[in-house]
């Protein structure tokens, strides 16, 4: 293979000049298309070969509009994009599923509102066949950018309102407002009064969901019972002290995921608090290396969170194939059952 | 904005009948050439904004050869790729350094051998600008597959051996060999006379190299004070395990990296041995949230995992404007100084 200066590629003009042939004949050989004779194809294909000529798959994509890949986005900073155990969960099943489709993952994420722009560049340039994107907060903007992009999506988790016009776009979520409330009757099966609830971020639609599932059972609870966390084991530390200080009394905890669970645990053991004793506590997911991990062990409501990410992939391929004119409309959301686990922290 | 069909994204003929002008005149306002009359310009851009038309960067990629993404890929499956804090750190440092840049980055990890294809395919497919890659192995064929993909790209850690002709691909190292001598000297300078080495993978020269650097300074050691592990928490332990039952009489370790430095320590602490009054331990990385977390905290060998991203995206951009025609040849790599930081461990 002859050298190249570094970062140049050989170009279709070069393939034919090494050929002997016009551009048009080099084209058509590189393209797969018919109509050359067998000695100059295999000229062509030569050239190809000791050039070492990739067919540029930008010019290939302005005849079939695909590029193979498929954007995962998490519509959160790079901290918890990598500490999330849910999320990597979720892309396990998307990207598995991808593989088996042939098509190539790509993972961005959204540090803030300042990386819109240049996402909404990306998305509607042609590089990606379609967008996966989760963790969708009301009013940030990112649903109705990736509407706006007109990119083939599917959501994980309901947007929120106020999320854009434009195309339909399908999502796949659990019954988060139906598993909160197992959650809590469960705890109140237990005899519990005076049971408190983390929970989520207000501009997120799982966290609002769950915590009108809370409502649904306890609908005349002490509003003092209910602090908001972000999510994260640090965050539902926080929260759990702020509910012992305001509610001393209180006798149970539904935090609205395991890790602010998980964070929970470690300030009612800091204020000697036994669990399940004094303290009855349930989370929400049923995350890997979380729920089951934690001392003690944590009842949950489990959502199949790697099924989920593998039906958003079969949705999104739904829609693509829909693009051929093989089908009609945007495929249905989907809802998923949630299971409530019992451990030993209630 | 009209209804559109989902997915479908309307087209420059669009915008030119809907403005009333030829495809070329509305070709030229959509990619800011000069030329067109300021009535038709206005005409066109109103029916742009209209039918919310997006160009098609792939069309204009063709010209500019710009996709304004760069793609970095981690040659580790999903798994390491979201536990292990080190892979964060770079990509972080990376990722800002990116936004600054305006450059959009899109992650990729590699599960086996059989994701190379489709990832070739990808990079061939001219929708990133440039590749960063890291944690490479000896015989992947992922060093050899990004060359051969002439995408400019820079490697982070030096590729091994058999990784492929092609233009040079620059990358930015730290100084293992170095840092592991520091770590090793470190240890017999407090009087440690058995000095075990827990190494990572054979198949990634930083491993081998911090190998090296331990037997620069004990040449002479017993091979049974060596065994393997897989730069995890988990391979760790079991090679601390391993290195107690072998040589019981073992006074001081140095670990590869901070993940099996803490599974080390966890074995240690289970089998009643004191550090670092009875065996001395020193990883290497300081990685976030584990050699300062660690109890006792870890003395390690700082390598500036962050700035090294950043680093990596400097000099990719210097490779791209070389592209240009501005510089001749490609940046030289870079191998960055290691500091001894030392805690209580050692």
Redesign the interface.
Same mark, same amino acid.
């Given at each position: 293979?002859p050298?190249?200066?570094?970062?140049?590629?050989p170009t279709l003009e070069a393939v034919a000049a090494r050929a002997g042939v016009s551009r048009a004949t080099a084209s058509r050989v590189v393209n797969g298309g018919a109509g050359v004779r067998q000695p100059l194809a295999d000229k062509v294909r030569e050239a190809v070969e000791e050039l070492?000529y990739?067919?540029?798959?930008?010019?290939?994509? $302005?005849v079939t509009r695909q590029?193979?890949?498929v954007?995962v986005i998490i519509a959160e900073p790079?901290?918890r994009v990598?500490?999330d155990?849910f999320?990597?969960q979720q892309?396990?099943g998307i990207?598995r599923e991808l593989?088996a489709n042939?098509?190539?993952?790509? $993972?961005?994420w959204v540090?803030g509102p300042?990386?819109h722009d240049?996402?909404a560049?990306?998305l509607?340039?042609?590089?990606?066949d379609g967008a996966l994107a989760f963790s969708l907060h009301h009013d940030d903007g990112l649903p109705a950018l990736i509407r706006?992009?007109?990119?083939?999506a599917v959501f994980g988790g309901r947007p929120g309102s106020g999320s854009g016009?434009?195309?339909?776009v399908p999502y796949v979520d659990c019954d988060n407002r139906g598993g909160a409330r197992s959650a809590v009757r469960h705890l109140a099966g237990l005899g519990r009064e005076r049971i408190a609830h983390i929970a989520g971020p207000r501009d997120q639609t799982s966290a609002a969901d769950r915590a009108d599932g809370y409502r649904d059972v306890l609908f005349d609870a002490d509003p003092a019972l209910t602090v908001q966390g972000g999510f994260t084991v640090d965050s539902g530390a926080r929260a759990m002290a702020e509910l012992l200080d305001r509610r001393p009394d209180l006798d149970a905890v539904f935090a609205a995921n395991d890790l602010m669970a998980a964070g929970a645990l470690r300030v009612l053991r800091e204020r000697g608090r036994r669990v399940p004793e004094d303290v009855a506590l349930v989370g929400f997911d049923d995350v890997a290396g979380v729920a089951e991990a934690a001392d003690p062990p944590l009842t949950t409501v489990r959502q199949d969170i790697e099924g989920m990410g593998r039906l958003m992939v079969r949705l999104l391929m739904r829609? $693509?194939s829909?693009?051929d004119g093989r089908e009609a409309?945007?495929p249905a959301s989907v809802i998923m059952p949630t299971e409530l686990v019992r451990r030993a922290s209630a």
């Amino acid at each position: 293979m002859p050298e190249q200066p570094a970062g140049s590629r050989p170009t279709l003009e070069a393939v034919a000049a090494r050929a002997g042939v016009s551009r048009a004949t080099a084209s058509r050989v590189v393209n797969g298309g018919a109509g050359v004779r067998q000695p100059l194809a295999d000229k062509v294909r030569e050239a190809v070969e000791e050039l070492g000529y990739v067919p540029n798959q930008a010019a290939r994509s $302005l005849v079939t509009r695909q590029s193979g890949a498929v954007a995962v986005i998490i519509a959160e900073p790079e901290f918890r994009v990598f500490s999330d155990p849910f999320f990597e969960q979720q892309v396990r099943g998307i990207s598995r599923e991808l593989t088996a489709n042939d098509s190539q993952l790509v $993972l961005l994420w959204v540090e803030g509102p300042g990386d819109h722009d240049r996402i909404a560049r990306y998305l509607g340039g042609g590089h990606v066949d379609g967008a996966l994107a989760f963790s969708l907060h009301h009013d940030d903007g990112l649903p109705a950018l990736i509407r706006d992009s007109r990119v083939p999506a599917v959501f994980g988790g309901r947007p929120g309102s106020g999320s854009g016009s434009g195309a339909a776009v399908p999502y796949v979520d659990c019954d988060n407002r139906g598993g909160a409330r197992s959650a809590v009757r469960h705890l109140a099966g237990l005899g519990r009064e005076r049971i408190a609830h983390i929970a989520g971020p207000r501009d997120q639609t799982s966290a609002a969901d769950r915590a009108d599932g809370y409502r649904d059972v306890l609908f005349d609870a002490d509003p003092a019972l209910t602090v908001q966390g972000g999510f994260t084991v640090d965050s539902g530390a926080r929260a759990m002290a702020e509910l012992l200080d305001r509610r001393p009394d209180l006798d149970a905890v539904f935090a609205a995921n395991d890790l602010m669970a998980a964070g929970a645990l470690r300030v009612l053991r800091e204020r000697g608090r036994r669990v399940p004793e004094d303290v009855a506590l349930v989370g929400f997911d049923d995350v890997a290396g979380v729920a089951e991990a934690a001392d003690p062990p944590l009842t949950t409501v489990r959502q199949d969170i790697e099924g989920m990410g593998r039906l958003m992939v079969r949705l999104l391929m739904r829609v $693509l194939s829909g693009r051929d004119g093989r089908e009609a409309g945007a495929p249905a959301s989907v809802i998923m059952p949630t299971e409530l686990v019992r451990r030993a922290s209630a």
